[in-house]
Every structure is written in structure tokens, then in C-alpha cells.
């Protein structure tokens, strides 16, 4: 397997844990927001093989506590599982982030306890989901049965959504709430325009509506914060 991309040391990826995030090319949806807009089509060079980053692992004993997984959307393929099968035998704990989109992948993972955090993308409402996502068109049925997956499992799990000011208001975060109702974590993470998305036009939201949104997001699911935000007090 090649590796995208390699951050070999973050305090914020995987809640709790020094550790390193592995970047894994392609995705299935198209975000017209992506920070990682690079790894979208699977075409950005490959850093190291997989044997490389193995080696990194080893010699990292002692001083990482985890390994974070991201893309793109690293369920794309199996030998993410497989990957992830090494780490554990390392001795690293593994987050995945993913969006969602391959309910069976996800299924396999949670039943062999590979993962012991998961954070899933919800993009939007589901009446907003294929736009948000930069399709045409989405079948929403295995992002929902994600969602199940992970509400219904044993495995520590957030929801998160990046906010949009473009593509999200109030009514966005009702029917969200709605749908992950009692949900042990949900975060909202404010956009950030950078160099490396891949549409420009979009801009992050006013803090008094993240507080709007947060606090509509909390009548459903009661953890839900703003993620990186200063006035953390207010909410």
C-alpha cells in the first residue's frame, strides 16, 4: 500500500493520545471545501510504501501512543484493514476518520476491534448531503447505516461537521440532530480556507452562529461542542 502523506506527531488527531496521522489517497466524494483536495483522485505521489511507514512504527515505540488513519477516505479499499491489522500488532491503538460511505469495511473493522476511535464525517443534512459532498447525485443509505454502526456498537466514535457558511444554516443542524439524536459525541469545526481547497467563494460562518448552531445541535445531542473555538464558555 503507498502512503500520501505523513504527519509524524499531533496532539490533535486522536483525542487523548500522542500520535501520527497517516494520509491515505482518494475519496468517493468531491467536497468542494476539502483541506486535503490533493488526495482526492488518488493521483498525488506517494511519500513512503507501506513497509516504510511499518519500519517508522517500530522505531516510534515508547514515544507515539497512537496512529490516526485520514485521506481522502481511507475505507476506499481493504488493505486499509489490512494496515491497520499491522499497527495493531505493533502495539499502536488506531483512529480512523472516514465519511461514512462503506458500511461494510466499517462493520469488519468494529468487529475485529481495529479501530479504537472512529471519527465520521456528517457533511450536512440529508436533503443537503450530495451537494455538500460536491456529487450530483448520493445514495445516503450506507452513510446511515454508518452512523448506525457506530451508535449501535461498542467502539468510541464522534460525528463532526465541518460548517460551511455557504452551505449550512439552523435548519441544517435540526435535521442533523434529528438524525444522530443521543449521539456520544458530535463536534461542529469551523471551515478554514486554505490554498489546498479546491473551490474558492466559500467562507467560514460568524461565531455567533456557530453558537446558534451548536446550541441547536445540543437539544439532540446533548455533547455536542464547537470544535477549536476560543469561546468554548458561551456554548
Given at each position: 500500500m503507498k502512503i500520501h502523506g505523513l504527519q509524524k506527531m499531533t496532539l490533535l488527531d486522536f483525542?487523548?493520545?500522542?500520535?501520527?496521522t497517516v494520509f491515505l489517497g482518494g475519496c468517493d466524494m468531491r467536497c468542494p471545501f476539502c483541506h486535503n483536495a490533493e488526495l482526492i483522485d488518488g493521483?498525488?505521489?506517494?511519500?513512503?510504501?507501506?513497509?516504510?511507514?511499518?519500519?517508522?512504527l517500530k522505531k516510534r515505540t515508547g514515544l507515539l501512543e497512537g496512529v490516526a488513519i485520514t485521506g481522502g477516505e481511507p475505507l476506499l479499499r481493504d488493505d486499509t484493514?489490512?494496515?491497520m491489522e499491522k499497527i495493531r500488532e505493533l502495539g499502536y491503538p488506531v483512529k480512523l476518520d472516514t465519511n461514512g460511505t462503506h458500511p461494510d469495511r466499517l462493520r469488519k473493522i468494529l468487529d475485529r476491534s481495529l479501530a479504537a476511535y472512529v471519527a465520521m464525517d456528517i457533511k450536512n443534512s440529508p436533503d443537503r448531503y450530495a451537494v455538500t459532498a460536491g456529487l450530483e447525485k448520493m445514495e445516503l443509505a450506507?452513510?446511515?447505516?454508518s452512523v448506525s454502526l457506530l451508535m449501535e456498537g461498542r467502539t468510541d466514535y464522534e460525528f463532526r461537521t465541518t460548517v460551511v457558511a455557504?452551505?449550512?444554516d439552523a435548519d441544517s443542524f435540526r435535521r442533523i440532530g434529528e438524525w444522530i439524536r443521543g449521539a456520544r459525541h458530535y463536534y461542529l469545526q469551523k471551515f478554514t480556507d486554505r490554498d489546498t481547497v479546491p473551490f474558492g467563494g466559500f467562507h467560514a460562518p460568524e461565531d455567533e452562529k456557530m453558537l446558534e448552531y451548536a446550541a441547536i445541535a445540543r437539544e439532540y445531542?446533548?455533547?455536542a461542542v464547537i470544535r477549536g473555538m476560543d469561546d468554548q464558555h458561551k456554548i
Open positions: 483525542p487523548g493520545k500522542v500520535a501520527c493521483t498525488a505521489p506517494a511519500v513512503m510504501e507501506e513497509e516504510e511507514l511499518l519500519a517508522f484493514i489490512t494496515l450506507p452513510v446511515r447505516e455557504e452551505l449550512h445531542v446533548p455533547s
